[in-house]
């Protein structure tokens, strides 16, 4: 049955480009969330180390890939979720701050980054 052993072959080696072609797509995502991020944080910088530090990337771990977006200094998390004082007596739950902008960045591209993942594999 060697027809059978090459289309097998084949598709296994379609699936393997496309995974490497989903890696590419959202390694390009992750550089355009980095520049929004760094370009549209909130705070006033005060040595430029939590900005130069916001970045983005892709992980893969098995057949799951993980786009992220993260701060890269120990107080990124205080500019996250900083709020007025009122605000966290009130809230249970995380809501971004006025010096939030990882959850504000994902809200704004994820839209667009699940269409272009979508019309990615319809091809």
Not at 25 to 33: F, I, P, V
Not at 45 to 72: E, K, M, N, P
Request: with cysteine.
């Amino acid at each position: 049955m060697p027809g059978k052993l090459n289309f097998a072959q084949g598709a296994a080696d379609a699936l393997e480009r496309k995974k490497a072609g989903l890696y590419a797509l959202l390694q390009n995502w992750a550089g355009q969330l980095e520049g929004y991020a760094k370009t549209h944080a909130a705070w006033v910088d005060r040595t430029g180390h939590a900005r130069q530090s916001l970045h983005a990337g892709v992980d893969v771990r098995g057949d799951t890939f993980i786009l992220y977006l993260s701060h890269g200094v120990e107080y990124g998390v205080w500019l996250e979720l900083a709020c007025k004082p009122v605000e966290l007596r009130k809230a249970l739950w995380y809501k971004p701050g006025p010096y939030s902008i990882v959850i504000p960045t994902m809200q704004a591209h994820a839209p667009r980054i699940g269409q272009t993942v979508r019309d990615y594999w319809r091809d």
